[in-house]
């Protein structure tokens, strides 16, 4: 039995395709990042020149937001608490300008999944988040797939999955 489930998993694929929001408030950075982006294979892409309209765009249910880390985002965290809040599983990645992490403890403790240096190494840093978070999503689905089938086979022992 274990064996025909371990069959089932090795034959899943995955085909979920990340869907990536980015905010930064300069186009040439943005087209820079989608470039990035669409690089390492993600296509479904969805960039935005304002908080505001990236907050207003969740129902799109993104996988991963990238953040651009300004003033503004600094001084207010409710965006980054209303992004938890309707999209719990949603990945939320800062980009800054400021080297200095530690600087910005508070906004780090509200969930970002990882934080990324502007002007520097950010493309591998983007290409090992994406990477990071499909290994994790990957993971969460198999588990899920594996639950799904032992509450059938408790359900309908009789059932063998191939």
């Not at 090795?10 to 470039?35: A, E, G, P």
Request: with cysteine.
């Amino acid at each position: 039995m274990v064996l025909l489930i371990y069959q089932k998993l090795k034959t899943m694929k995955n085909t979920s395709q990340l869907r990536v929001f980015i905010t930064d408030n300069s186009v040439v950075t943005l087209n820079l990042y989608v470039k990035y982006f669409k690089d390492m294979g993600v296509t479904d892409i969805i960039p935005f020149r304002d908080m505001h309209d990236c907050i207003n765009s969740l129902c799109f249910n993104p996988d991963v937001i990238f953040i651009e880390h300004t003033k503004d985002l600094l001084d207010n965290l409710a965006p980054l608490k209303e992004i938890k809040k309707t999209n719990p599983d949603t990945y939320l990645v800062i980009i800054s300008g400021q080297e200095n992490v530690g600087a910005n403890h508070e906004l780090l403790n509200d969930g970002p999944f990882d934080y990324i240096v502007k002007y520097g190494y950010e493309q591998m840093k983007i290409k090992n988040i994406i990477k990071r978070i499909e290994l994790e999503k990957k993971n969460k689905d198999s588990w899920s797939e594996i639950h799904k089938m032992f509450r059938t086979l408790k359900q309908n022992p009789c059932i063998v999955f191939v």
